[in-house]
Structures are given as C-alpha cells and as structure tokens.
C-alpha cells in the first residue's frame, strides 16, 4: 500500500454564503492529494501528458461527516490500496482539519490513455516500476 500526505489551506474564495467548503471544491482537493501523491513518487503528470498519456476520471465518489471552513488547514491523506493493472488506477482519499477530525472520504478511478484517439492503455511500465516496492508482503 502507498500513502501520501499533503495540507492545503482553505481560501476565502472557495466557502459558500454558509462559511462552508463548497462540496464542489473537494474534487480539486482530491486533485491535488493525487498529484502531490504522483509527484513523490518521482510521477509528473505534466510529463506524462507531454509523453501522450492522460489520466482522466472514471468515477468519483465522496461521503461528507464534518464540514471545513475558511482558513482551515487540511490534511489530505491520499492512498492506493492496490497495484494498478489493467488500464485503471484507483485513488483512496481522506481529510482531516487541523483539530484532528476526519471531515470526508472519498475515491476516485481513472483510466490511462492516448491524447491521441482517447483510446485506453495499460498502466504504464513506469508507473508499476515506481509503485512495486510498496506492495510487497
């Protein structure tokens, strides 16, 4: 299993009239768990992008407990539970406020492609090279 952490203080620009976190927002959060997540790992996705490979979003889920708030410091905990095979990699997320509360869960799967066509392709070699050693029993 491969985990990463990453925090990101929540702007003024992306609370709702209520002072919450628009639930939209979480998406781009999770985004940047993923990338920040890729880039440890010695992963770019501007690289891979200029190599003609994208990521895109399969699916997208998220289950809400606690609400952020502006000038909140988030913790995003970001994890892959499995080794990707196939075409797909999965991406496991959790949230924390800086008080230690756990404010949302979430997943998302994508798909490797070819910019060109949009058809899909196994993972690619480097990306299982880079993710091997931590799924080792």
């Known amino acids: 299993m491969y985990t990463s952490e990453n925090t990101i203080r929540v702007r003024y620009a992306e609370t709702d009239r209520m002072g919450y976190v628009y639930y939209g927002n979480y998406a781009a959060y999770f985004e940047t768990g993923r990338v920040e997540a890729l880039r440890a790992l010695g992963l770019s996705y501007r690289e891979m992008e200029d190599r003609g490979i994208m990521l895109p979003v399969l699916s ?10 502006f000038d909140d410091t988030l913790t995003i905990k970001t994890t892959l539970k499995e080794l990707p095979t196939g075409t797909r990699l999965s991406f496991h997320y959790e949230m924390w406020n800086d008080k230690g509360i756990q404010i949302n869960e979430g997943e998302t799967t994508h798909v490797f492609v070819k910019i060109d066509g949009g058809r899909p392709i196994t993972v690619p070699q480097e990306v299982i090279d880079k993710l091997a050693p931590f799924f080792k029993s």
């Open 60 to 69: 997208y889920q998220i289950k809400y407990f606690k609400p952020a708030f």
